[in-house]
Nanobody, 116 residues
Framework: QVQLVESGGGSVQAGGSLTLSCAAS????????MGWSRQAPGKQRELVAT???????NYADSVKGRFTISRDNAKSTVYLQMNSLKAEDTAVYYC??????????WGKGTLVTVSS
């Protein structure tokens, strides 16, 4: 069973930066799309950013210009560079990797806390 493990979360002051990483326990073949979602306390999970196999990216309006998603397919790893962090970015961040056969893998989440 493939597991996704996120890392890089933590506490930072507003305006600071963090880089999240998500690595699979073994290589995932035929990856279609990778992404990050987040869930703030008392709120629904929301999609933050996605990247496809041809490097097409998409971002939530709230993070455009501040967050950058990237990937390393060979390592089945996805990254999220987060700059100019705001208090409202505080959430548990989850990574997701979808394969072309329809299989979807989720990480267990990493907490990001931004203090103002």
């Amino acid at each position: 069973q493939v597991q996704l493990v996120e890392s890089g979360g933590g506490s930072v002051q507003a305006g600071g930066s963090l880089t999240l990483s998500c690595a699979a326990s073994r290589r995932i073949f035929n990856i279609n799309r990778m992404g990050w979602s987040r869930q703030a306390p008392g709120k629904q999970r929301e999609l933050v950013a996605t990247i496809t196999s041809d490097d097409s990216t998409n971002y939530a309006d709230s993070v455009k210009g501040r967050f950058t998603i990237s990937r390393d397919n060979a390592k089945s790893t996805v990254y999220l560079q987060m700059n100019s962090l705001k208090a409202e970015d505080t959430a548990v961040y989850y990574c997701r990797i979808g394969a072309r056969d329809g299989t979807v893998y989720w990480g267990k989440g990493t907490l990001v806390t931004v203090s103002s």
